[in-house]
């Protein structure tokens, strides 16, 4: 009998079966489609893998407590794999979606199987086909006795820590899986706006775009050292085999979205937690989207956008730092909406255990991690930022990142992801921010009442008689 049983042999699942038959599990391989299993298993067949035709075949063809992952498209296709697979399950059995479904659907699962005793586990995956094929980054939520079956097999596949130690936890129960890698997600869309912004001011300074994977691949080797600099460093590099010159510059300009970033957006709103830069990074998206819109407009403003006042060097050295405060702060967004999550669901989530099991295999790893991981292990929940570590290395990234900010905007250069961090960490340090006044607007126009800072107790008054 089997030891794992893989349900959706798409890019993912195919990898992820291959990378638990690499390891030594005997994994029984399903798909809807049968032709897509039975090619899979004529390209692989006899490395560990079993075909199964039909779900109850799945689960006779494993040992008890059956381990079951699906990787699966989110949405319908989950609930209808659940429906056909549960009957043939038992009490205590572990049926796992590795999909990147919505926590709040997970919870939902998770509880109308809880009277059937199988452990249903939202399992969050990050490292695309590359990651679940050589070790992704697992973020495991559901019954923690779940995760006593689970840990061994998904600790087997995962990549490695800084420390060795693999990149798979259990990070809270129910939805708690789903909602880490949604805001690992988040994270990715800000650290990618800003590299994509970093780009757009060097092009307007004419770096040609060897230049700046040059810059990329430097900034790579210091502080900011991450997996999406490096892949940035290599697509700037990439030629373009259809017509010629550099690849980049031939792909259109309207990025794309799968919803993540924008959950992860809603739950910011929701939960009351300021991580403006998650909505301006998938808002960011949209607006590049708009693209007809954008040509109209921009034919009205011929040569709007003017050379940054910066010399070469300067913008170069320049950009590195704020690039790297500012990714700090797109990694304290992300955590201080974990903090929010974790007390309002009651999940038992160990941030600092996050920090770890994201510093291998996910497409958000990167060196700052470690520090992050001592912040939190320090007890910096409130938010990294307020660590004194990082609070020094955030001050030292003040000076560049406002004047690069400044020049940008002054050469009318759109760079929301730097000026949403920017306004993220000067709000936080504020104590005093204006919004006294729009509780007295409030007050005025619809009576919300107020409170005030010498006295306890809600006020009104009668604005009419000023
Ligand atoms: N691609 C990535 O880098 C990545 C990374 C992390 C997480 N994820 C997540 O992992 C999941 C799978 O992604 P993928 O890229 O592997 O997708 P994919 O290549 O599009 O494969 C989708 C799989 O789902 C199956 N499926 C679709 N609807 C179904 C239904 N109603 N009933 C049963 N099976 C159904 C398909 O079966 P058929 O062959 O029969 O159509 C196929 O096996 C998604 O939730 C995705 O968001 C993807």
Redesign the pocket.
């Known amino acids: 009998l089997a030891s794992v049983g893989l ?7 195919r990898n992820l079966a291959l990378n638990l038959s690499r390891r030594g599990y005997k994994v029984v391989v399903y ?3 049968k032709e ?1 299993t039975d090619r899979f298993i004529s390209g692989y067949g006899g490395s560990g893998l079993t075909p199964a035709y039909s779900p109850d075949e799945v689960a006779r063809k494993l040992d008890a407590p059956r381990i079951i992952l699906l ?4 949405g ?2 989950v609930d ?2 659940i429906r056909s697979i549960s009957p043939y399950l038992s009490s205590g059995d572990v049926l796992s979606d ?4 919505h926590f709040r659907d997970t919870q939902r699962r998770e509880f109308s199987l809880d009277p059937s005793g199988i452990h249903y586990c939202g399992v969050g ?5 590359e990651g ?1 094929l050589r070790g992704p980054s697992i973020m495991v939520g559901g019954p923690s006795k779940a995760w006593e079956i689970l840990k061994k097999p998904m600790s087997d596949i995962s990549a490695r820590a800084f420390d060795g130690t693999p990149c798979a936890s259990w990070v809270g129960e129910d939805g708690a899986g789903h909602y880490v890698k949604m805001v690992h997600n988040a994270i990715e869309y800000v650290v990618m706006e800003l590299i994509g912004e970093c780009y757009g001011v060097f092009k307007a300074l004419d770096f040609s775009n060897g230049e700046i994977s040059d810059i990329f691949q430097l900034w790579n080797e210091g502080r900011s050292k991450s997996y999406l600099l490096e892949i940035s460093a290599k697509v700037l590099r990439r030629k373009d085999e259809l017509s010629g010159g550099d690849l980049v510059d031939k792909i259109l300009d309207s990025a794309e979205q ?1 919803g993540t970033g924008k959950w992860a957006a809603e739950s910011c709103l929701e939960l009351g937690v300021p991580a403006f830069s998650f909505a301006v990074a998938a808002l960011d998206r949209s607006m590049s989207s708009f693209k007809l819109v954008r040509e109209k407009a921009s034919s009205l403003e011929p040569n709007r956008v003017n050379k940054p006042n910066l010399g070469r060097r300067e913008a170069q050295e320049a950009l590195g730092t704020a690039f790297s405060g500012a990714q700090l702060c797109a990694y304290a967004q992300g955590f201080s909406l974990l903090e929010a999550a974790r007390n309002e669901y009651g999940w038992h989530t160990d941030l600092a255990e996050v920090a770890r099991i994201w510093q291998g295999g996910c497409i958000i790893r990167a060196d700052l991690l470690k520090q992050i991981r001592e912040a939190l292990l320090s007890g910096a929940h409130d938010s990294i930022l307020l660590d004194p570590d990082i609070h020094r290395e955030i001050v030292k990234c003040d000076k560049a990142w406002r004047n690069v900010v400044s020049r940008a905007l002054e050469a009318r250069i759109p760079l929301p992801g730097f000026t949403s961090t920017l306004a993220y960490r000067d709000s936080l340090f504020t104590e005093r921010l204006p919004a006294n006044l729009i509780q007295a607007l409030r007050d005025y126009f619809g009576a919300h009442t107020y409170r005030r800072v010498d006295r306890e107790g809600v006020f009104h008054t009668d604005w009419s008689g000023g």
């Open positions: 349900v959706g042999l798409g890019v993912m699942g798909n809807r489609t897509v990787m699966v498209t989110a319908k296709a209808d794999v590795l999909g990147n479904s995956v990050s490292g695309g086909e679940a799968k």
